[in-house]
């Protein structure tokens, strides 16, 4: 008891400190605004106290140390020899001239906590791990590790986090990063690695801590391309989006794919056909070739008046230039301007050898009067124009398309009712692929220094070449699960999808041990993967504890209420999973008998939610009830592999209604 006491005091005096680096930080701040230089200085020091000092304010709310390190006095200490260091998710400032009462997870000295072990004790005495309840400290647990003792997975500290109910949104892993994970979270920022991970197995979690850990060790570098992270859809997004500011980390952007490649209101819809195609990557060339089908080869020479002189250039040296910049292959928008300044430059021989003082008013004069010319030549075009130019004319289409489509895929995308003009064009989600692909061929996209792909096996070729464009000089993180690829484009082999991505050479890595769903959670949905055509490891799981139950019964929403009823006496979140064309019948069911709803997703307010199978991608919840799997299983081409993600959404208990037959492989379930 006098240690736990000791450690309390310790705890008490972290959070002065704490309000002390808080008091001193809105100080920095008026003061900073009093100091000299010049304005460029001033505003970024501006910025970067103020930041500072709202990042204190908006501390969240936990403990503010999780770990302890004690090295030993054996040379493998190195430096760090007799030293004691508090691990913690931030760091916590000293008295002057004193060690930081705490560590920040990511410093190189906190990396001795993942990964040290009793095969490896990497100088470290004792390793403490601490218990806590709320923002009580509860209780520690030592590891001797110069001793030979390492709790492992054993730890009932780790098991318990582990463990914990599903209340609120994701939370971070910082107390529980196992070593294998903390290899994937700590690699180079040079480094674009692959994540296999199965259900549980912390994938998502990962890429979030890499985030973090990224922009601690490469803040610079990061602070100029920044770090963006990709999401499956807006549900998954809030349900993640308080992980990385709990890490300190609050300018990252999250985002989805869809939204990444918005251009404005998306109203349309196409036939599944129609999809598949318009997300094929050879819709690529089909673009290049209606864009740069719209150059033409001067057949004409040009005169620019300039006063009392016209200058005139033949039709020949014109070509010249359209050629060499064709061949060049520049961004089409940069193509267009090297087409005028190098017209320009003929224009300036000219004259220069009759003697005319040439200047950059008389430059910028002449690129001007060329702006017809170039009109001709190398039009400027909008990519709602050039989209809308080729779906909305057959003719136009069966050019760019010849040998590429076939004359079925060239009907299916086709505009049946062309608009009138672009503007009045209704795009659909498919469309927004082909208006990227266009935009970036006119000028190259903002770059990030790195980006995180979640449920990557979902992308489509196309989604991939935007995602590469966006990280051509970056590196990125892929997560995901080819079992839980649901989209009809969705990856069955990584290499493929890497290489669309445009990082071949990315390492890739399987997690196959589930933190996060039971054991017989587990074992009910590797059944399914030998129907999923995929090679991936069955999940293998860390939890003994959990429950599983199967149960045919004559009325499935009387039961899934029963069951709902059931779980609101355990404490945790609670989801019911159907089929996306019976999620208003169960919801219906539940108003019916006084339970409240919360959307898919959200993470405050009503513990219930209904969520439709194909938004329940990357969400967890400590009960879930799976709703007539047959229906899940029936309703899509890669029904079975929907069946899964649901069946591995539960992180305490599993409920499975049926009225119909199970699927084959679940049938003695």
Not at 74 to 95: C, L, N, P
Not at 156 to 182: K, L, S, Y
Not at 305 to 330: G, K, M, N, Y
Not at 467 to 479: F, K, M, Q, W
Request: neutral net charge; proline residues 5%.
């Amino acid at each position: 008891m006098t240690v736990l006491n000791d450690e309390k005091a310790y705890l008490a005096r972290c959070e002065t400190a704490l309000r002390r680096m808080l008091d001193g930080a809105r100080h920095n701040v008026v003061v900073g605004e009093q100091v000299a230089g010049d304005r460029y200085s001033a505003e970024r020091l501006g910025r970067h106290l103020k930041s500072l000092a709202k990042q204190l304010e908006e501390e969240p709310d936990g403990p503010p140390f999780f770990g302890r390190l004690d090295f030993g006095d054996s040379a493998a200490a190195g430096d760090h020899r007799a030293q004691r260091y508090y691990i913690g998710r931030r760091h916590i400032s000293g008295d002057t001239g004193q060690q930081p009462m705490v560590i920040d997870w990511r410093a190189p000295v906190s990396k001795a906590f993942y990964q040290a072990g009793a095969h490896d004790p990497q100088g470290i005495a004792v390793r403490r791990r601490f218990g806590w309840a709320a923002n009580t400290l509860t209780g520690f647990e030592d590891e001797r590790l110069e001793s030979g003792e390492n709790l492992g997975t054993a730890s009932r500290i780790v098991a318990a986090e582990i463990e914990r109910p599903r209340v609120g949104p994701m939370r971070d892993i910082v107390a529980t990063i196992q070593p294998e994970q903390d290899d994937l979270v700590r690699a180079g920022l040079q480094e674009s690695i692959c994540v296999q991970g199965a259900p549980g197995t912390g994938k998502t979690a990962v890429g979030l801590h890499r985030a973090a850990y990224l922009l601690y060790a490469h803040r610079q570098r990061l602070e100029r391309g920044g770090v963006l992270v990709l999401g499956p859809n807006r549900a998954f997004l809030g349900y993640i989006s308080s992980v990385l500011p709990a890490l300190g980390e609050g300018d990252v952007e999250q985002t989805t794919i869809d939204q990444l490649l918005a251009r404005g209101p998306v109203r349309g819809a196409d036939s599944d056909d129609a999809a598949a195609v318009k997300h094929d990557a050879r819709m690529a060339e089909v673009l290049r070739r209606a864009l740069y089908g719209r150059v033409r080869r001067p057949t004409e020479p040009v005169t620019v008046p300039d006063h009392s002189f016209r200058w005139r250039v033949a039709a020949e040296d014109l070509r010249r230039v359209v050629d060499d910049t064709l061949r060049e292959a520049p961004p089409y928008a940069v193509g267009r301007e090297r087409v005028r300044s190098r017209a320009v430059a003929l224009l300036q021989r000219q004259a220069e050898a009759r003697g005319r003082i040439v200047n950059a008013a008389w430059t910028r004069t002449m690129g001007r009067a060329l702006t017809s010319f170039l009109d001709a030549v190398w039009p400027a075009v909008r990519p709602h124009e050039v989209v809308a130019g080729l779906l909305g004319d057959a003719e136009a289409l069966a050019r760019a398309a010849d040998g590429v489509l076939t004359a079925r895929e060239q009907g299916v995308i086709a505009w049946v009712r062309p608009p009138r003009t672009f503007k009045s064009a209704v795009w659909s989600p498919a469309d927004t692929v082909l208006l990227d692909e266009v935009a970036g061929l006119l000028e190259r996209p903002r770059g990030y220094g790195h980006v995180i792909v979640d449920e990557a096996q979902d992308l489509s070729a196309m989604q991939c070449r935007a995602v590469a464009r966006r990280s051509e000089y970056g590196s990125i993180t892929v997560l995901g699960d080819l079992a839980q690829g649901t989209t009809p484009w969705a990856a069955r082999d990584w290499r493929d999808r890497l290489t669309q991505l445009g990082k071949p050479e990315a390492r890739v890595i399987t997690l196959a041990t589930g933190f996060r769903v039971p054991a017989a959670v587990v074992a009910l949905a590797n059944r399914l993967l030998g129907a999923l055509e995929v090679d991936v490891p069955a999940t293998r799981s860390f939890r003994t504890d959990g429950r599983l139950r199967v149960q045919e019964v004559p009325d499935l929403p009387r039961a899934a209420v029963a069951a709902v009823r059931e779980a609101l006496c355990h404490e945790g979140s609670i989801a019911v999973i159907a089929a996306d064309a019976a999620v208003e019948t169960f919801a219906a069911a539940l108003w019916n008998e006084g339970i409240t709803i919360a959307e898919a997703g959200e993470t405050s307010g009503a513990r219930v939610s209904v969520v439709p199978a194909t938004m329940a991608k990357g969400l967890e919840y400590d009960h879930v009830v799976v709703a007539e799997p047959a229906d899940i299983a029936g309703a899509e081409e890669r029904g079975l592999n929907r069946l899964y993600v649901a069946l591995t959404r539960a992180v305490s208990r599993l409920d499975v209604l049926h009225h119909r037959p199970l699927p084959p492989h679940l049938a003695d379930a």
